[in-house]
Each structure stands twice: as C-alpha cells, then as structure tokens.
T-cell receptor
C-alpha cells in the first residue's frame, strides 16, 4: 500500500506559539490531502480538504486563519496551527489519495499538546 | 443523510470468538464502504473495503457483509485475537464526493486472552 508520512508524531508547545505539521506522500503523488482532528475516544473530524496548487476547502466551523493549510506540491501538505491555545490540543491526522475516488491512506498522526 | 451510524460503541470478546461491528447509512449515493483499524496514538489503517455490487468480501479473518436493501454493512472478525484490540471505524464514500470519507463513530474492541 501507499505510504503517508506525518511529522512530528508528538509536539508540546507553549500557548501563543505556532506549530507546523507536515504530511508527505512518499511513493505516490497526492492530488488531494485531507486533515482531520480527533479527540480521545471519538471519530475523525474532517477539518479541511487541500488540493495541490489551490486553496484548501475548510469545513464549517473550522477557523481558516487559525489552521493554515498549504499544499504546495503533489507530495507535501502542511497544517500550521497558529497562536495555539490549550483548546487546540488534539490528535491531528492527515490522509492522501492519488486522485478523485482513489483509496485514502492515512498518516500516523500528530499529538499536539499546548501548555 | 451524510451520517454513518456505527454500533456498538465498545465490544469485549474472548480470544477465539467472533467480533461483529455494525454500520448503517442513509445516503444511497454511497458506493464504497471501507473499514479502518486504529491503534492508540496511530493513524487509521485500511483493513478491508467493499462496493455495493457484492454482498460479502472476505480477507483472512476479516469479512464484510453488505445488505444494500437495508443500507447496512458489518465487519466480522473471526478467531479474534488480543492483537485485534483496537478501535474500528466504518466509513462510506460517494463517487460525487471524490475521496472524501464519512466516518462512523468508532467501536473500541477489546479481545481478552
């Protein structure tokens, strides 16, 4: 199966700082990447859909200015949590597909803890 | 109409037993139904998937049963092992939604030795 690498796996930061999470498709070109947020014992909540070379599409209720998504190449998408606060602490997961309708492959997730 | 309802929320099975997790959907446009397995602190991994043109798909100890008329599908784990202890998510996708998945709420499976 295809490999999606997500980095870092865990990050602890102080309130008010910004954190960048990277999602890379290692062995395929990902035209579409998705970013999710997951709270303990809950399902994945889609935050945004990013397509290479275009602006991300955010789900309702997700702050575009707080969660900056960049999909500058076919193998890399980044999620930047700006001015992080304790309520942003969560497990963030990315996924990628080769194209529309293709299978989704998930990264290993990033546990963000904001102190 | 976009929701996928999953049950039970948690399940405890003895080693060697059969684990059964059920999902139901409303959107008849869904045409792809995957199951994902997630271990703590890890991302979901695709386990098995089915399309509505078949009623059953088996891969090793994992079987999906699909009932199109009832709009239900289920995951059966035969000969459950402690290593199967994880959270399982069903999902569904419509062709018109590209690769976007709608997830169920998840089932926490515990297989006791």
């Amino acid at each position: 199966g295809a490999v999606v690498s997500q980095h870092p796996s865990r990050v602890i930061c102080k309130s008010g700082t910004s954190v960048k999470i990277e999602c890379r498709s290692l062995d395929f070109q990902a035209t579409t990447m998705f970013w999710y947020r997951q709270f303990p014992k809950q399902s994945l909540m889609l935050m945004a859909t990013s397509n290479e070379g275009s602006k991300a599409t955010y789900e309702q209720g997700v702050e575009k200015d707080k969660f900056l998504i960049n999909h500058a190449s076919l193998t890399l998408s980044t999620l930047t949590v700006t001015s992080a606060h304790p309520e942003d602490s969560s497990f963030y997961i990315c996924s990628a597909s080769r194209g529309t309708g293709e299978k989704l492959f998930f990264g290993s997730g990033t546990q963000l803890s904001v102190l | 109409q976009q929701q996928v309802k999953q049950s039970p929320q948690s399940l405890i099975v003895q080693k060697g037993g059969i684990s059964i997790i059920n999902c139901a959907y409303e959107n008849t446009a869904f045409d792809y139904f995957p199951w994902y397995q997630q271990f703590p602190g890890k991302g979901p991994a695709l386990l098995i998937a089915i399309r509505p043109d078949v009623s059953e798909k088996k891969e090793g100890r994992f079987t999906i049963s699909f009932n199109k008329s009832a709009k239900q599908f289920s995951l059966h784990i035969m000969d459950s092992q402690p290593g199967d202890s994880a959270t399982y998510f069903c999902a569904a996708k419509a062709e018109t939604s590209g690769s976007r998945l709608t997830f169920g709420e998840g089932t926490q499976l515990t297989v006791n030795p």
